[in-house]
T-cell receptor
């Protein structure tokens, strides 16, 4: 069964460092997403991406965050200068169409620890 | 602003019991509602997607219902098994045509053998 793959599975970084989380969405999907889940809290939407541009972003997704689809298969989330409060599990997801009509598929997550 | 609430927060049942998980949302103008399963330290697996025009959706031992007017959904699990132990999340779009999903905090289910 097709799946969304994420790397790394776990990353520890120093506060203030840049981090790039990588994702390979399902190959024929057109919509891509990043969500995060702080330990013990709700899964929170960060950003959706379609046709090489951001469709929607949340208040969390400030200037410290950026997304990119550098080639035909990868989708990345960059955090420019990490803060302690960025420690969370980051989930990439994809869907064939916008979530209003289709099932969304999540990756296993990248656990980011900022120290 | 759409908000999603799930009760109970945790539930422990013996194997074989039928159970109901509840989800409520504040804005009834939704296109769909999804139920997900999350195992500890893992990603989310979509279980059921109910379109706003549907009242029920079934997959195996799972049945989800949707009552848009009252802002409620239930996930019914029949004949529970230890392998059903996980956190169950419901999610709705942030607004009618939105691509963002708003999640509840989930119900953590433990099924003992």
């Amino acid at each position: 069964e097709p799946e969304v793959t994420q790397t790394p599975s776990h990353q520890v970084t120093q506060m203030g460092q840049e981090v790039i989380l990588r994702c390979v969405p399902i190959s024929n999907h057109l919509y891509f997403y990043w969500y995060r889940q702080i330990l013990g809290q709700k899964v929170e939407f960060l950003v959706s991406f379609y046709n090489n541009e951001i469709s929607e972003k949340s208040e969390i997704f400030d200037d410290q965050f950026s997304v990119e689809r550098p080639d035909g298969s990868n989708f990345t989330l960059k955090i420019r200068s990490t803060k302690l409060e960025d420690s969370a599990m980051y989930f990439c997801a994809s869907s064939a169409t916008a979530t209003s009509g289709n099932t969304i598929y999540f990756g296993e997550g990248s656990w980011l620890t900022v120290v | 602003k759409q908000e999603v609430t799930q009760i109970p927060a945790a539930l422990s049942v013996p194997e074989g019991e039928n159970l109901v998980l509840n989800c409520s949302f504040t804005d009834s103008a939704i296109y769909n509602l999804q139920w997900f399963r999350q195992d500890p330290g893992k990603g989310l697996t979509s279980l059921l997607l109910i379109q706003s025009s549907q009242r029920e959706q079934t997959s195996g031992r799972l049945n989800a219902s949707l009552d848009k007017s009252s802002g409620r959904s239930t996930l019914y699990i029949a004949a529970s098994q230890p392998g059903d132990s996980a956190t169950y999340l419901c999610a709705v779009p942030s607004y009618q045509a939105g691509t963002a999903l708003i999640f509840g905090k989930g119900t953590t289910l433990s099924v003992s053998s």
